[in-house]
């Protein structure tokens, strides 16, 4: 059921609503999700299944902090082909289950040769939900934690694990209490892992002290941290199980509610879908550039460049709208000269519609006049003809004359002659036409 509606959201980000080891069904997979039309913002959120999820370009499957389990191992320098064997070799000791049923994938930016996190998680069970949602045309892009060992962001290598959400300047914990399948568990990510322990409400007086116990069990302080064991750490809690979990823990809760703690989740390096569940190398090389694209456009660190972007963007505009501003100036400055000219010579010319064809026009008109030949005389023309064809008898036999247009046929020479005829008088302007038979002649225009 959602709570809003959202016209065209970009990232869609979903976790299963009630977590179990066993394997899911079409018929019961629920899942909470959140969709977002710029990565850094909730616009609609819901809880439904599959098939009645919202259609998106990108989906994001959220892992439960249960379903990870997490290990810190060197990896050898190997071949990519050959890395999930060896993770299989340095981990089988560790693991309960055969290597063979579960999925590994390694931390942003890892390789053969380092020491990086291995997250872990059962392969059928994953597999089952990453089936049910592209049963329901929701196929999913992105795989990613919802706890993950932190990092420092004064180490010399901090982009291993790191994300905008989970980099510290200072070694720390962060402790997200929230429900799952009716009970309320703390989930805790440190630089030495993450764990997930139950919140026990106190029966006879030992259940927050239990909880309590449990915590730094699983979660040490870390031998870098400064002051106090618990001093730089950070709690957050879902407001459903905030209050709980402050009265069981005696620990203030800053809120952020389930939406908002998976938006965090997407915005983070983090993909398990590695190995036998990677996308291929051009779905990868998409999903980077729509990630990258929707970054730029929405996230605060990048809006001085998308400030800046604008203004050049309207530099550039001005300049061009004041170039044409200038080009189109001088073009009308030329066009009064031309007019002025016109007047000036010829002053019984009042109306200036197209002033090189009135001009023309009027130096025919003088020339007529003193009995002086013009370009659109028969003479001219055949004088030009004359002229261009060097010296050779290249006569037509047949002359239709119309004022300012001559037309000749029956040529005494071969049609190629008749060609250069006519490229001869182009190339000194006047224009030609021939259409294999009659060569149509008249003045260059003004």
Not at 93 to 119: C, I, M, Y
Not at 209 to 225: E, F, G, N, W
Not at 298 to 322: D, E, I, K, T, Y
Not at 420 to 432: D, I
Request: with cysteine.
């Amino acid at each position: 059921m959602a709570l809003r509606h959202a016209p065209h959201p970009i990232v869609l980000i979903l976790t299963p609503a009630d977590f179990s080891v066993t394997t899911p069904t079409p018929a019961s997979a629920l899942f909470d999700w959140a969709a977002s039309g710029n990565g850094q913002q909730i616009n609609d959120l819901g809880q439904c299944a599959a098939s009645l999820l919202p259609r998106d370009d990108e989906v994001v499957l959220v892992l439960p902090p249960r379903a990870v389990s997490w290990h810190r191992v060197a990896l050898p320098k190997v071949a990519s082909t050959r890395l999930r064997a060896a993770l299989e070799g340095l981990l089988e000791d560790r693991l309960l289950t055969d290597v063979n049923e579960l999925h590994f994938a390694l931390e942003p930016g890892g390789k053969s040769g380092q020491s990086v996190w291995v997250a872990v998680c059962q392969k059928t069970w994953l597999r089952s939900w990453l089936q049910i949602l592209e049963g329901a045309g929701r196929p999913v892009t992105r795989i990613v934690p919802s706890m993950w060992p932190l990092v420092q962001s004064e180490a010399p290598v901090a982009s291993a694990g790191a994300s905008r959400s989970f980099e510290l300047d200072i070694p720390s914990t962060i402790h997200w209490a929230h429900a799952e399948s009716g009970q309320v568990w703390l989930g805790s990510a440190s630089v030495l892992g993450v764990s997930s322990t139950p919140l026990l409400e106190a029966t006879s007086g030992a259940g927050g002290s239990a909880s309590v116990a449990a915590i730094t069990a699983l979660m040490p302080p870390s031998p870098d941290a400064l002051g106090e064991s618990a001093e730089y750490d950070i709690w957050l809690a879902d407001p459903s199980v905030a209050t709980v979990a402050e009265r069981i823990l005696d620990q203030r809760f800053e809120l952020v509610a389930q939406p908002q703690w998976l938006l965090r989740c997407s915005q983070s390096d983090w993909n398990l879908a590695q190995f036998d569940l990677s996308l291929s190398a051009s779905a990868r090389r998409g999903q980077r550039l729509r990630r990258s694209l929707r970054q730029w456009r929405s996230a605060p660190a990048w809006r001085p460049a998308r400030w800046g972007l604008a203004a050049l963007v309207g530099v550039q505009l001005v300049g061009l709208n004041a170039a044409a501003w200038h080009e189109s100036s001088a073009l009308q400055a030329k066009q009064q000269a031309v007019q002025r000219t016109l007047q000036q010579t010829f002053p019984q010319v009042t109306l200036v519609l197209d002033a090189p064809v009135q001009m023309q026009r009027e130096l025919v008109r003088l020339q007529q006049t003193a009995g002086a030949l013009s370009l659109g005389d028969l003479e001219t023309l055949l004088g030009a003809i004359d002229q261009a064809s060097g010296g050779e008898n290249l006569l037509p036999s047949t002359v239709n004359y119309t004022p300012g247009d001559g037309r000749f046929a029956g040529w005494r020479a071969t049609e190629d002659q008749v060609r250069a005829l006519q490229q001869t008088l182009e190339r000194v302007g006047w224009q030609v036409r021939f259409d294999g038979n009659e060569l149509a002649l008249s003045p260059p225009a003004p």
